[in-house]
Each structure stands twice: as structure tokens, then as C-alpha cells.
């Protein structure tokens, strides 16, 4: 058996090298930021290939999606809103940026500072905010959200998700 270790070992450190190779392959293409935005307009997106500027996953649905624009006409693109404001938090533009949400009450771009958000949503990353045009009772706006985030108030954290949904 010892003599069949070295083997074993080279075998196991070639699969890792392959396995890494193949997964930086499948995400070549991926579109993490887009140029020439200029008019910070919400760009089209296409479904797995775009990625997320704050996780690095592949952006498969568009249902909580986001993106954010500056003026000099970059966008990067999320698929939490959660993720926008965690990756937002620490940038020198971070109250000059447009921010665009997927309106699940009207599937189009809105707004994100003017959009009103649920708290308890099966979101792609769990933070839990659905982004809405209209406001219905129990909803919250930009600033609320941003700082329940910001605070750990999302439907990751086990205390929060216990008292929003009374489980």
C-alpha cells in the first residue's frame, strides 16, 4: 500500500488541477461589468452569462436581479439585492450610483431608491428582499432595506427569519 501512496497522492493533485481548470473554463465569458453605459440606463441581460459582481455566481434569473451604474458608464450586476448593497457599502460612490431592480410586480427595471421591498423571499443568495413598484402593507423602502442588510437583518440570520415568519 505504501508503495501505491506517491500514485495516489499525484493522482488526487492532478484531479484538483483539473477539476479547477474546468471550473475557471466555464466561467470564461462571463460578463462581471460592462463599459459605455453612459447614460446608466438598465442594460439587457442575458441569462448564465452574466456574473455577480458581489459572489461570483452565474446570474441565472432575473427575478431578483440588479445592477448598478456610475457615471463614468460602468454597470456591475447582482442576482440579490442584497448583494448590491454589501458590495455598494464601502464604495466612494455609493450615493452617486443609479441602481436598477427587477420589479416582480411589474418585470421590468425600476429604481431600486424608489422601489419598495418584502422581507421574506426565497432570494438566490437569502437575504430575502423582493424588489415592487407598488407598496403593500408590511413592505419597506431603500434606505430600510439597505440597513437591515447592512445590519444582518435578512432571512439569513435565524433570529430574524424566526420572527418574520413566526416559525
Known amino acids: 500500500m505504501q508503495k501505491f501512496m506517491p500514485v495516489l497522492i499525484i493522482l488526487m493533485i492532478v484531479t484538483i488541477i483539473v477539476t479547477l481548470f474546468l471550473s475557471l473554463a466555464s466561467t470564461e465569458g462571463m460578463i462581471v461589468i460592462k463599459e459605455g ?3 446608466q440606463l438598465p442594460l439587457k441581460m442575458e441569462l448564465n452569462k452574466y456574473q ?3 459572489c461570483g455566481m452565474v446570474i441565472e434569473d432575473l427575478e431578483y436581479a440588479s445592477q448598478v451604474s456610475i457615471k463614468n458608464g460602468k454597470t456591475w450586476f447582482f442576482h440579490d439585492h442584497g448583494g448590491f448593497v454589501n458590495w455598494l457599502k464601502d464604495k466612494e460612490f455609493q450615493n452617486s450610483a443609479v441602481i436598477w431592480v427587477m420589479s416582480r410586480d411589474t418585470n421590468s427595471w425600476i429604481n431600486a431608491r424608489k ?3 418584502s422581507l421574506t423571499e426565497n432570494t438566490p443568495m437569502g437575504y430575502g428582499f423582493g424588489a415592487y413598484k407598488n407598496n ?7 434606505e430600510t432595506m439597505q440597513l437591515k442588510v447592512l445590519r444582518g437583518e435578512t432571512m439569513n440570520n435565524p433570529v430574524i427569519r424566526k420572527k418574520l415568519l413566526g416559525d
Open 37 to 39: 453605459n453612459m447614460k
Open 136 to 142: 403593500v402593507d408590511g413592505y419597506v423602502g431603500f
Open 52 to 54: 455577480d459582481s458581489d
Open 115 to 117: 422601489a419598495f421591498y
